[in-house]
């Protein structure tokens, strides 16, 4: 997950065909999600890439990619209710189906966990007789009422409350992203071990720099050069992975931000505490 700025894009055509005029009527009529067959296929792949696309082909949530065929139209507010014991999935919010900015680009995985999950701290909102086009972006003004427990990233501030361990486990204190972690599973497997990679790249490259300094001491007393080597494999390695458009950058960003933290934690058979100093000297100069 990464904090984004709330959508101002224009709402996809598609949204505002003829076609989705009259399910949205349906819907309203009966008080109910109605269509038989999703209406993001065919003509509406505009929609899935438009969404893809404002998410740097990541999933809202975990941060996989999503490109070429793989990713699906995840609904924030679920259109329909279930009965799921592990939490309030009861509210089916049918009258934003359409909603621009209830769509949201997931990965199957998350979609699945997720799946009508919608809890929230304060009061529920019902269908007001809104039309369409206010709908289509209604989400702050509904986020304020509800109160929902499961994190946005477009209006949501929760970056600084996120932090990663060397196992590539997420933590917080943060209820917001505790319940959005238990929900989607943001611990799962193949995500711990995609965010262990982060760490075990950055250890390696701590490694392979204290190497180099200890081969440049050997034949000339060159500081600079040694900053030199630290900022390029370091330093701006760390600023390029925690690009928004980059896989997993939050754990980039965590790193960045954390980096005494991070040197801490690192077990002292792998990093010796001189090395930890020698490497957050070097980082100071820079930070």
Request: charged share 35%; proline share 2%; net charge positive.
């Amino acid at each position: 997950m990464r904090e984004r700025k709330y959508r101002s894009i224009t709402i996809p055509s598609h949204l505002n065909s003829e076609k989705i005029a009259l399910e949205f009527k349906n819907n309203i009529t009966k008080s109910a999600y109605l269509s038989k067959n999703t209406p993001y296929n065919d003509d509406a792949k505009l929609v899935k890439n438009t969404l893809k696309k404002l998410y740097d082909y990541k999933c809202a949530y975990c941060e996989s990619f999503i490109k070429n065929a793989y990713g699906e139209i995840e609904h924030y507010r679920p259109k329909k209710s279930f009965n799921l014991s592990r939490c309030d999935s009861t509210k089916a919010y049918y009258w934003l189906a359409f909603s621009w900015d209830n769509l949201l680009p997931c990965c199957k995985k998350c979609n699945i966990e997720k799946s009508n999950c919608f809890d929230v701290f304060d009061r529920r909102v019902n269908y007001n007789k809104e039309t369409l086009e206010v709908l289509h972006k209604s989400l702050q003004g509904y986020n304020r009422i509800e109160n929902p427990k499961l994190l946005h990233p477009e209006i949501d501030a929760f970056e600084d409350d996120i932090v990663f361990d060397h196992k590539g486990f997420m933590r917080s204190d943060n209820e917001k992203v505790i319940y959005t972690r238990r929900i989607c599973d943001l611990n799962r497997k193949n995500l711990r071990e995609a965010r262990e990679k982060i760490f075990t790249k950055y250890l390696k490259l701590l490694k392979k720099n204290l190497a180099f300094m200890i081969e440049l001491q050997e034949v000339s007393d060159d500081f600079k050069l040694l900053l030199k080597n630290f900022k390029l494999y370091i330093v701006d390695e760390l600023k390029d992975d925690k690009a928004m458009n980059q896989e997993y950058s939050l754990v980039s960003h965590y790193i960045y931000n954390n980096f005494e933290h991070f040197l801490e934690e690192i077990d002292e058979s792998y990093l010796s505490k001189e090395d930890k100093a020698i490497s957050s000297k070097l980082w100071l100069i820079y930070n």
